[in-house]
């Protein structure tokens, strides 16, 4: 099984910061990660695919990069509605591994 | 518009038996692939299992697997998901969740509202 980690696993920000999560796979899965953001009582919600493509309907605020085994996910100019939880996952290969999750908080 | 809707979930004992139930709507759902994953009570995400669009090839997290069945019927756009010798540690909200691909690449969406299911006596 491929492991995912996150980093941090909290994270504390004030509206218009730009933050960065991390997240590494155990082994390379070339460009197979995606990003979800999910809201407390609410489903995920896919944000990236392929490491890089914004979904559709996703802020430009929002941008992620990587391939191999790091990938980052990055929000310029946090807005009061991205204090979420966000997931990497990997595309790759089944199980499907999700990382643990990072919660951003507004500061 | 794309909608998955789950039900059956519910408070059910120790060793007891569930079907989940996705009704898929808004797209052409019998040539997607789908999956379900499951969230724990404040905790993370956790993939479980996953079929083909034509359920010709099947996959279970081991934590699932041998207690677990998913399945399909493309004829009422509709998933399901078995879950027998139900333990406490199954307490989840369950995720249908379609498959999409592009080039290669898979990634989940989109996700339904969830179904809680809670195992306890």
């Known amino acids: 099984d491929i492991q995912m980690s996150q980093s941090p696993s909290a994270l504390s920000a004030s509206v218009g910061d730009r933050v960065i999560i991390t997240c590494r796979a155990g082994h390379s899965i070339g460009s197979s990660l995606n990003w979800y953001q999910q809201k407390a009582g609410k489903a995920p919600k896919l944000l990236i695919y392929g490491a890089s493509s914004l979904q559709t309907g996703v802020p430009s605020r929002f941008s992620g990069s990587g391939s191999g085994t790091d990938f980052t996910l990055t929000i310029n100019s946090l807005q009061p509605e991205d204090f979420a939880t966000y997931y990497c996952q990997q595309g790759y290969n089944s199980p499907y591994t999700f990382g643990q999750g990072t919660k951003l908080e507004i500061k | 518009e794309v909608q998955l809707v789950e039900s059956g979930g519910r408070l059910v004992q120790p060793g007891g038996s569930l079907r989940l139930s996705c009704a898929a709507s808004?797209?052409?759902?019998?040539?997607?692939?789908m999956h379900w994953v499951r969230q724990a009570p404040g905790k993370g995400l956790e993939w479980i299992s996953y079929i083909s669009s034509s359920s010709s090839t099947i996959y279970y997290a081991d934590s699932v697997k041998g207690r677990f069945t998913i399945s399909r019927d493309n004829a009422k756009n509709s998933l399901y998901l078995q879950m027998n010798s139900l333990r406490a540690e199954d307490t989840a909200v369950y995720y249908c969740?379609?498959?999409?691909?592009?080039?290669?690449?898979?990634?989940?969406?989109?996700w339904g509202q969830g179904t809680l299911v809670t195992v306890s006596s």
């Open positions: 808004g797209f052409a759902y019998s040539g997607y692939s």
């Open positions: 969740v379609r498959d999409d691909f592009w080039d290669g690449y898979i990634w989940f969406d989109p």
